[in-house]
């Protein structure tokens, strides 16, 4: 069955250091692979997303996101986190030529302490 | 570009009583649009997909009769929650798949939700 896994439900991060999301899937071929943000009471923000070519994405606010087809996961990366940054991230899978419909991880809360 | 609108942000009605959710995508034409719940501190469930013109498809354990989604132009989708009750409370969330020129973009667009609370 097809799944996306985040393995982390809640992480802590001090404002400056480094930040990494893990997220991986389980698919018969290589999916989309999105990486978005959702802020409290808000909709869905895309940081980036991955169709082909560079396996290493730059995204939005300093985000970056690494392809790995031998380990099926697209980890979200940024080296220098901002109070701004916490939020729930979500990692997000869709099937090529279906219409955009996607499947999403169970989400990533991250918090940022001075 | 690409932007995804919904109204009303925030909804409170009884119990019983059915409540329309309006999403539109402002400046491109959406082919596909899909509507999500998301329960607190979860991630968003599918709930259907609808594609202009023509009946939704609803995924496993969404009830037809109580989420009717119509899609009846390019930019606009509408969900209606029927005879709502306590347990329809949630957090419902629309996106837009973008075509152009009858090509479809594999990317959704997504409108910033609505609260809907059923006392």
């Known amino acids: 069955a097809q799944s996306v896994t985040q393995p982390d439900i809640h992480i802590t991060v001090s404002e400056g250091a480094s930040l990494e999301l893990r997220c991986n899937y389980s698919?018969?071929?290589?999916?989309?692979l999105f990486w978005y943000v959702q802020s409290p009471g808000q909709g869905l923000q895309l940081l980036l997303k991955?169709?082909?070519?560079?396996?290493l994405v730059q995204g939005i606010k300093g985000f970056e996101a690494e392809f790995k087809r031998s380990q099926s996961s697209f980890n979200l990366r940024k080296p220098s986190v901002h109070w701004s940054d916490a939020a729930e991230y979500f990692c997000a899978v869709g099937e090529r030529n279906s219409w955009g419909k996607l499947q999403f991880g169970a989400g990533t809360q991250v918090v940022v302490t001075p | 570009g690409a932007v995804v609108s919904q109204h009303p942000s925030r909804v409170i009605c009884k119990s019983g009583t059915s409540v329309k959710i309006e999403c539109r995508s402002l400046d491109f034409q959406a082919t596909t649009m899909f509507w999500y719940r998301q329960f607190p501190k979860q991630s968003l469930m599918l709930m259907a997909t609808s594609n202009e013109g023509s009946k939704a498809t609803y995924e496993q354990g969404v009830e037809k009769d109580k989420f009717l989604i119509n899609h009846a132009s390019l930019t606009l989708s509408t969900l209606t929650v029927t005879s709502a009750h306590p347990e329809d409370s949630s957090f419902y969330i629309c996106s837009a798949s973008a075509s152009r020129g009858g090509v479809a973009y594999n990317e959704q667009f997504f409108g910033p939700g609505t609260r809907l609370t059923v006392l």
């Open positions: 991955y169709f082909s070519g560079d396996t």
């Open positions: 698919y018969g071929a290589t999916p989309y």
